[in-house]
């Protein structure tokens, strides 16, 4: 990970386990809690790809099994944080734009299930079964509403920022069709450097082979 996207992913981070633990833990609503911390991962694992998604969402959720008032095993969220930000990045749309909508909230959808049902799997292995006294289909629901209501107005955000921090020019002139690399050969070819290639016509037929890639 370079340095501008562990930065930002910490910063995003911070800010959401803060909000989450502050002003979301705080608003009792029935069943579930929005969490913040998973649309963050979320949102920088369709960006950034399945090992990005992992590291963070492992990261995030430590912090989220570590802070106050956390009253469940350390590592639990961690763990579940992990496998859905590697899950979530193997659906990475190749394309940079999002065209539709339907994709990422659909996998928000997904998320937010799977990670209630991973949570409370879980805890039921440590012996935790707050789950079942709360109700798991009344948590799994809330769950999946709170946090398709909070998406859109996170999700674009968290994306649009994890992108600035992208900057690939290969993949930019693979999507443009108007890459720095063909200038620069033919450049490379009228200035009558060819020759030290190995003579003048096979010079040319290697610059021009290469042209065609």
């Known amino acids: 990970m370079r340095l501008n996207r562990i930065l930002l992913s910490t910063v995003l981070v911070v800010v959401a386990l803060v909000v989450q633990v502050t002003v979301f833990a705080r608003l009792h609503l029935p069943g579930a809690v929005p969490d913040l911390l998973l649309l963050v991962v979320i949102g920088l694992a369709l960006v950034h ?3 990005t998604g992992a590291v963070v969402g492992f990261g995030a959720g430590l912090l989220a099994d570590l802070a106050p008032p956390a009253d469940h095993a350390t590592g639990r969220y961690a763990l579940v ?35 209630t049902l991973l949570y409370a799997g879980v805890g ?31 999700v674009p955000l968290i994306m649009a920022l994890a992108r600035r921090t992208q900057s690939d020019p290969l993949a930019a002139d693979a999507g443009t069709g108007t890459g720095e690399r063909r200038p620069v050969l033919a450049r490379f070819g009228r200035s009558g450097r060819t020759g030290r290639l190995g003579g003048q016509g096979a010079g040319a037929r290697r610059i021009k082979g290469l042209k065609r890639l």
């Open 49 to 51: 790809g399945h090992t």
């Open 81 to 115: 944080l992990c496998l859905v930000g590697y899950a979530v990045g193997l659906a990475k749309p190749e394309s940079r734009h999002v065209r539709s909508a339907t994709g990422p909230m659909l996998v928000v959808l997904a998320a937010a299930v799977g990670s």
């Open 124 to 154: 039921s292995l440590v012996g935790d079964t707050a789950a079942r006294h709360v109700g798991l289909t009344g948590l799994v629901l809330t769950a999946a509403l709170y946090d398709l209501l909070l998406a859109p107005f996170t």
